[in-house]
């Protein structure tokens, strides 16, 4: 059964980093789709990126596009969310799941298979 497991998130000032990553288990990342999504306190969920595995296209939610950057290594099972020049508007829970498909349309959709517990990210003065 395939589970997913983030980390990175903290308490970081606006403008500062941090990496988050989703490590992959009882299955091949090769054939997932990955998203990272985020939910602030009294917000719905939002998507904020996605990375296919068919051809590596990634996809950004506009409000990050510039400041984050997701990437896969698929030897460790692993995808990334460096996430640059953050904002207050930046906090949230963020969780990162597996597409049903390999090219983000589950992503695109609503339509994501399993999803990790999340990481806390605040950003905060």
């Known amino acids: 059964q395939l589970q997913l497991v983030e980390s990175g998130g903290g308490l970081v000032q606006p403008g500062e980093s941090l990496r988050l990553s989703c490590v992959v288990s009882?299955?091949?990342?090769?054939?997932?789709?990955i998203g990272w999504f985020r939910q602030a306190p009294g917000k719905e969920r939002e998507g904020v990126s996605c990375i296919s595995s068919s051809d590596g296209r990634t996809y950004y939610t506009d409000s990050v596009k510039g400041r984050f950057t997701i990437s896969r290594e698929n030897a460790k099972n692993t995808v990334y969310l460096q996430m640059s020049s953050l904002e207050p508007e930046d906090t949230g829970n963020y969780s990162c799941?597996?597409?049903?498909?390999?090219?983000?349309?589950?992503?695109?959709?609503?339509?994501?298979?399993?999803w990790g517990q999340g990481t806390q990210v605040t950003v905060s003065s």
């Open positions: 799941a597996s597409d049903l498909s390999r090219d983000c349309s589950g992503y695109h959709y609503g339509l994501m298979s399993t």
């Open positions: 009882g299955g091949n990342l090769d054939f997932y789709a």
